[in-house]
C-alpha cells in the first residue's frame, strides 16, 4: 500500500532536506527504492497531453497546467539538452516535488475545522 503524504508522519523527518533525500536514496527495509530521474525528466511542449488531467482539473488549472508544459523542453529536445542541463531541470523537479509532498500535510487552520467539515455548522445547527 503506498503511503499517505496527507498525515505528515514521515519515518525519517519532514524537513525539506530530509524529503528530498528519502526521495533521492528510499528506504531500506521498505519498498520505496531509490528515485529514478527518468521520472521528473518528462517531456513538455506545446503538443503535451494533458487529456488525462481534464476530469481531475478545473478549467484554470487546466489552462495553467497547458502553459507550464508548453513551457518545458519537448520530447526531442530532452536528450538534446546538455547532461548538465538535463540534471539541473531534474534537481528543479525534483524539489518541487519535495514541496508538493509538504504540501499535502499542512495542517487546516481552526476556520477549517469550525466550519470546513461539520455540516451542522454550516447550515446554522438547523441540520439541513
Do not use: C
Request: proline share 9%; aromatic share 10%; glycine share 8%.
Amino acid at each position: 500500500m503506498p503511503y499517505d503524504f496527507t498525515h505528515g508522519n514521515y519515518k525519517v523527518g519532514s524537513s525539506p532536506s530530509d524529503i528530498y533525500r528519502t526521495l533521492v536514496t528510499g528506504l531500506d527495509g521498505t519498498p520505496m527504492p531509490a528515485f529514478e530521474a527518468s521520472i521528473v525528466a518528462f517531456p513538455g511542449g506545446p503538443d503535451a497531453d494533458v487529456k488525462p488531467a481534464r476530469e481531475a482539473l478545473d478549467a484554470t488549472q487546466l489552462r495553467q497546467l497547458s502553459t507550464y508544459l508548453a513551457s518545458q523542453p519537448t520530447e526531442e529536445a530532452l536528450p538534446a539538452m546538455p547532461e548538465a542541463d538535463r540534471a539541473q531541470l531534474v534537481q528543479r523537479r525534483l524539489w518541487a516535488l519535495v514541496y508538493y509532498v509538504r504540501s499535502l500535510s499542512r495542517s487546516k487552520s481552526a476556520f477549517y475545522w469550525l466550519f470546513g467539515e461539520n455540516p451542522e455548522l454550516q447550515t446554522g445547527g438547523r441540520g439541513r
